[in-house]
């Protein structure tokens, strides 16, 4: 069997009228072809089958590649004993986080919500240890911050400042401006609907789920979000965590809080230079 292929030689232009040029030869070549009654297969070009071939290879190593990562990994699991002093150290590495988290609410004065002048926060999960007493796990959980570089808007009221004080360590957190706000919300959100999350890229999902609280828009989560409206709370909870990217350089847990030259805590208005990097 005989195979057409539409050839571009090195020295002819990659133009419209070359290209035409050669289909139609080819076209002709294939009405030939019939008139003598010779098969002739499907005309695919040379690079699309190479690609193809490339892109095969690849996903068979790859699948090897997880297969033997996955094998590699049940048989860690399988020989991983745990010593006796590893569960004392876990213990008491909780306790020690839980104490510090008591000390933290007792030693520092909050500012009472009503002496800050910006009503939205935006809260971001950082690296730490995975030691987490109970409690601080679940004031994260309350705070929707259970995965690292995550980050959720929050209003400023006393609670969420409790809150974010008794797991210090563990976020940074600042008063975002509206260009974060925005790019945010349009590059990386998602919301809930029926249970399921997806891109906001629909007005009509938008006001099926927020329509009943006047939200019908994108241009309107924004605007609830960046003013801290009426109906904040429920536009917040529509939003899913936004996922951050990793920066050059990585959060770490430090003891300091920002001010002291460490990662965590509050920010202030510092947090916007942060979302530029992050978003």
């Known amino acids: 069997m005989k195979r057409t292929q539409l050839k571009l030689h090195c020295g002819t232009k990659f133009t419209n009228e070359a290209i035409k040029k050669q289909l139609w030869q080819e076209t002709t070549r294939s009405y030939q072809l019939v008139e003598e009654g010779t098969q002739q297969l499907p005309f695919v070009r040379e690079t699309v089958l190479k690609k193809r071939k490339d892109n095969e290879e690849w996903a068979t190593k790859n699948r090897e590649r997880k297969a033997a990562k996955r094998q590699r990994r049940r048989h860690d699991a399988k020989g991983a004993i745990k010593r006796p002093e590893d569960f004392v150290k876990e213990f008491r590495n909780k306790e020690l986080d839980f104490l510090r988290m008591r000390t933290r609410l007792k030693v520092r004065k909050l500012r009472p919500a009503e002496a800050i002048d910006a009503k939205l926060l935006f809260a971001i999960r950082i690296p730490g240890t995975a030691d987490l007493h109970p409690q601080i796990r679940k004031i994260l959980a309350r705070l929707r911050l259970t995965q690292v570089l995550t980050g959720v808007f929050l209003k400023a009221t006393e609670a969420n400042l409790k809150r974010l004080a008794a797991v210090g360590p563990f976020v940074t957190y600042g008063f ?104």
Not at 193 to 204: A, G, V, Y
């Open 176 to 279: 975002p401006n509206l260009k974060n706000v925005k790019e945010l919300i349009y590059k990386k959100g998602r919301g809930y609907f029926d249970k399921e999350p997806f891109p906001l890229t629909s007005n009509d999902l938008i006001e099926k789920a927020l329509g009943e609280h006047g939200v019908i828009c994108l241009e309107d989560v924004v605007h609830e979000i960046s003013t801290v409206g009426p109906h904040f709370r429920e536009t917040a909870s529509f939003l899913m965590p936004f996922k951050l990217k990793c920066p050059e350089r990585r959060l770490q847990m430090k003891k300091k809080p920002f001010k002291d030259g460490g990662d965590s805590g509050n920010r202030g208005d510092k947090i916007n230079e942060l979302l530029e990097k992050l978003n």
